[in-house]
């Protein structure tokens, strides 16, 4: 019996990596033998005939390729990470301080807007200071930690706080390693954004993509997709129509986290191609869905596939009946956190300053809490979601099976994590306790009143 062959392939360009990939299929030649015989113009004509022409997909799966992308804005980073199929990282709020990083200005932006930024930067600035210094009178340096560290520490502590004022237009930076489907699928997303600068964003992806040596044969007809923008614009009014007398429900503080039971199916479609185009909770939505005619409903449903062309894939909200549907309200950066969870359906709701915005304990211990509140207020009176901080709450649906829902809830709850999303993941503990009490007997969940102050 022969032994078996393993090896690392190195120094490929990507389109023909996954050409000499796919071959496997068609082909009894070894990897070593496809490279040798291969070469850019073959593996650009194999491409357009069964990735193009026979619709095989998967194929784009086989190139990866990594990205920089660098001094856009918070706003347009989550957008660009909305994929459930992606891997990368931006920069921490907890380790760098963001002053520095200065802020992008969208093309539509009001009067006032850098004035109104730089203020959300004077406070950044003089809470995390005011934080700092309270958090070094409250835990003084252990003899054996280092004062290098401890001074670390106490900083990352205190920009845990600042970061609730920091606003969506800060400038940050991210890198990605891809798949080609999955960078496919994010150009055209992100072209089709309702933001110029996730449009532009995509742009540059598709440039720096279709130069030599990377994808240029699997990113050529990446264009904004009539599906996606037609599709936003009759769900919004849809959902402007059925919801319109209905106010939002913020709920009370305990409700930041509600594990909905899912409906029948139809009434869950419904709803959740409903419930990015609005901001109530998901109950709500799926009340006012189950109260139409069956009739009514299906002509919902109809909607998110009326402009559907022959290459497109169903919307997200169409990937439906998960067991575990929780309607989360928190601060944007909590969201932030839980927006790298892939396993999940997630459906995000645009950001509002309707559902208020959150203050963190140290910032009233630390006696900051007059400018936070001016400097949130303030931003909150713009027209613009560039200058809304990341203190304010904004909803997403995130749908799971039980054991995705067992990770978030034993990861986020671990006390090296901020205080917000813990709470947050020990909300989506007690939901799942209360629901299936036999279930969650064996969870590593750690109590929200084990802390490690100067664990970061």
């Not at 917000?420 to 799942?432: F, I, P, Q, T």
Request: proline share 6%; glycine share 6%.
């Amino acid at each position: 019996m022969p032994e078996p062959d393993v090896y690392v392939i190195q120094g490929v360009e990507p389109e023909v990596g996954a050409y000499a990939m796919a071959k496997y299929s068609r082909s009894a030649l070894s990897m070593r033998e496809s490279l040798r015989e291969l070469d850019g113009q073959r593996a650009e004509k194999f491409l357009n005939t069964f990735y193009f022409q026979y619709g095989h997909r998967s194929i784009a799966d086989l190139a990866h390729l990594s990205f920089a992308i660098e001094r856009c804005s918070i706003l347009a980073a989550i957008e660009v990470a909305d994929e459930a199929r992606w891997d990368g990282q931006e920069r921490s709020t907890r380790y760098q301080e963001f002053r520095r990083s200065g802020f992008i200005t969208p093309e539509d932006a009001p009067a006032g807007y850098d004035e109104n930024i730089d203020a959300l930067f004077t406070a950044y600035e003089a809470v995390s200071a005011q934080v700092a210094d309270y958090l070094a009178t409250q835990f003084p340096r252990p003899e054996a930690m280092k004062p290098e560290a401890y001074k670390r520490t106490l900083r990352a502590r205190a920009f845990d706080a600042g970061r609730y004022l920091l606003p969506l237009a800060t400038a940050t930076s991210l890198g990605q390693i891809v798949s080609a489907r999955t960078l496919e699928q994010q150009i055209v997303r992100l072209l089709s954004s309702a933001y110029a600068e996730c449009r532009a964003l995509g742009a540059k992806l598709k440039a720096a993509a279709s130069a030599p040596g990377a994808v240029p044969t699997l990113v050529k007809y990446t264009d904004p997709s009539p599906y996606l923008i037609d599709s936003r614009a009759a769900l919004a009014q849809a959902a402007t129509e059925l919801l319109a007398g209905a106010k939002p429900d913020a709920g009370p503080r305990v409700d930041r986290v509600d594990l909905v039971a899912p409906p029948a199916l139809e009434i869950e479609i419904a709803a959740s191609l409903l419930y990015p185009h609005c901001h109530h909770a998901y109950r709500q939505v799926i009340a006012a869905v189950a109260a139409l005619s069956a009739a009514r409903r299906d002509e919902l449903i109809a909607l998110g596939t009326a402009a559907r062309g022959s290459h497109d894939e169903l919307l997200r909200p169409y990937q439906a009946g998960q067991p575990f549907q929780f309607d989360l309200l928190i601060d944007i950066g909590s969201f932030r956190d839980f927006h790298r969870h892939r396993r999940c359906v997630q459906l995000h709701q645009d950001y509002t300053p309707a559902h208020g915005y959150e203050t963190p304990a140290e910032i009233h211990a630390a006696g900051a809490a007059p400018v936070y509140d001016a400097a949130m207020r303030a931003a909150a009176s713009t027209s613009t979601p560039y200058t809304l901080p990341l203190g304010y709450r904004k909803r997403s649906l995130f749908k799971m099976d039980f054991a995705e829902a067992v990770y978030i809830a034993e990861l986020r709850t671990g006390t090296g994590g901020h205080p917000s999303y813990r709470s947050a993941a020990w909300d989506m503990y007690e939901a799942l306790r209360r629901a299936h009490p036999a279930l969650t007997q064996s969870l590593r969940v750690t109590p929200l009143t084990v802390t490690s102050p100067l664990q970061r």
